[in-house]
Structure formats: structure tokens, C-alpha cells
């Protein structure tokens, strides 16, 4: 074999095993068995933050209003999945399931803003931005605040900042790295980078997959339809930025290394 035909078959080798991996892109393999639902998070089980924050905008969001809930669901089944991962080791511990359900409702919360301002501020650069939209909700608006009983303490409003502010980090997000006014303790620190694996699986559509399986991708695609997101993305900078290539490349200042 030459050394032309063996870079040729391991990259056939390679191209299959990610076509096996990826149902999202290419579809149900034979012989996978049928996806899990069961414990999904979606519209018709939903987390009542993440639908209470969403319904607050869903005038604005307007027609991109399906596509983005649904984005938002799976990235927090996503990030669940990642959280539950960095976590095992805290079964049978401290960890009990309602602060579990807690910070799950923290990674909904900031889910629910964490792109928010494309639609709000019409602002492709738009981290900060969603940033200051939740800020002055929990400010302003007391049925938000009451989202959460008890309030959130300055320590989760911290993680929720960083989890927007981190959701487009190419590389791990480290709290001890990070300037940050408050510490956030290694509980946040797991949280935001759940959320970032998270978003990073469903905005590549499984093509990073940060070690999630083909089934939980699949099952996640199943009961939470794409809905026209990542095309809706694709035509953002056009719709934002219509008559410049320069203002379009703004959207790039998000990726974090």
C-alpha cells in the first residue's frame, strides 16, 4: 500500500466513525438502538425558567422565538449531562438533588439570556450585551427575581454572568484564570463549563462533541427539533448588518480562546 493509499483509507477509516458518531448530520445508524427521551428536559417537560424568561421575550424574539427555546433546551440537556459527568464523584455526598436542581435552574436562567441580545440590542458582539439585559431584569423586575426561592445570591449571579460571558470559550474555563470581583469556587466553575460544552455541541450540531454520545445527541435532536436555528445563525450578520462585510465580522469578537 503506498504511502498515499494508507492517508487516504485511515481518513476513510476516520470520515465513517464520525459519520457513526454524528446522527445529527448524517443521520440514524442501523444499529443503534432507539434513542432515550425519557429524562430529557423539552416544551412539553420544560424548566419553568427557562419557559417564564422566554415567554417575557417571546415578542421580540418574534419568529426566531421556536428556534432559539429549542436551542436553549438542548444546550441545557447538554450541559446537564456535562455537569452530572464532572459531579459524580459528589454522590452520596453534600450534593443533594434539590441543589442539583438549583444550579440547573441557574444554567436554564442564563440559557435563557445568554444570546438574548441579538434580538434586544440588535448587537452581534453581543456577550456583554445579554449580560446587561438579565442584570437589569433581576434589578427591575420583580416577577424575575421571584423566579428563584430563595434569591439568587451574589455567587450565582456571578455564575450566570460567567456562563454568558464564557459560552463561546474555545478553551477550559478557569475561575482561578478569570478576573473576577467575587470567587466562584469550583461548583460554578463546573457549571459554566458544562454550559460552554454544551453550546458548543449543539452550535457545531455534534461536530464538537466534547465527549457526548450519539445517542444523547440523538435523542436530544428526536424530542427537540432543530427548528431552523443554525440557519437562523448563518443569516444573523446579513439581517443585523446588511450593508457591511465589516460590521458583520464583529460576531467574531465572541470566541474566547
Given at each position: ?22 446522527p ?15 429524562n ?17 421575550y417571546g ?21 446537564k ?5 464532572d ?22 436562567f442564563?440559557l435563557?439570556?445568554h444570546?438574548?441580545?441579538l ?9 456583554e ?22 434569591p439568587?445570591?451574589?455567587e ?10 464564557q459560552?463561546?470559550k ?27 460544552r ?20 440523538e ?11 443554525h440557519?437562523?445563525l448563518?443569516a ?21 480562546l
Amino acid at each position: 500500500m503506498t504511502r498515499v493509499s494508507l492517508i487516504l483509507a485511515v481518513c476513510a477509516i476516520a470520515f465513517m466513525r464520525f459519520m457513526k458518531s454524528n446522527p445529527v448530520l448524517f443521520g440514524r445508524q442501523q444499529n443503534r438502538k432507539t434513542p432515550d427521551t425519557a429524562n430529557l428536559i423539552t416544551r412539553d417537560k420544560p424548566n419553568k425558567i427557562l419557559k417564564d424568561v422566554l415567554l417575557r421575550y417571546g415578542s421580540v424574539l418574534g419568529e426566531d422565538y421556536d428556534s432559539y427555546y429549542n436551542h436553549c433546551l438542548r444546550v441545557l440537556n447538554f450541559s446537564k449531562y456535562f455537569l452530572d459527568k464532572d459531579t459524580a464523584y459528589l454522590k452520596g455526598t453534600e450534593m443533594t438533588s434539590s441543589s442539583r436542581g438549583r444550579n440547573i435552574d441557574i444554567m436554564a436562567f442564563a440559557l435563557a439570556y445568554h444570546d438574548i441580545a441579538l434580538w434586544t440590542d440588535g448587537e452581534l458582539n453581543y456577550l456583554e450585551p445579554s449580560v446587561a439585559v438579565m442584570e437589569r431584569d433581576l434589578q427591575e423586575n420583580r416577577s424575575i427575581r421571584g423566579l428563584f426561592r430563595p434569591p439568587l445570591t451574589t455567587e450565582e449571579k456571578l455564575i450566570a454572568r460567567e456562563i454568558i460571558m464564557q459560552h463561546h470559550k474555545i478553551s477550559s474555563f478557569s475561575a482561578s484564570k478569570a478576573d473576577l470581583n467575587l470567587p466562584m469556587g469550583v461548583e460554578g466553575e463546573q457549571m459554566v463549563n458544562a454550559v460552554r460544552r454544551g453550546d458548543w455541541v449543539d452550535a457545531s450540531m455534534g461536530v464538537v462533541k466534547h465527549g457526548i454520545s450519539a445517542d444523547i445527541l440523538e435523542a436530544a435532536y428526536v424530542e427537540i427539533p432543530e427548528a431552523g436555528f443554525h440557519n437562523m445563525l448563518l443569516a444573523m450578520g446579513g439581517r443585523l448588518s446588511p450593508d457591511s462585510i465589516i460590521g458583520q465580522l464583529k460576531v467574531l469578537k465572541i470566541l474566547k480562546l
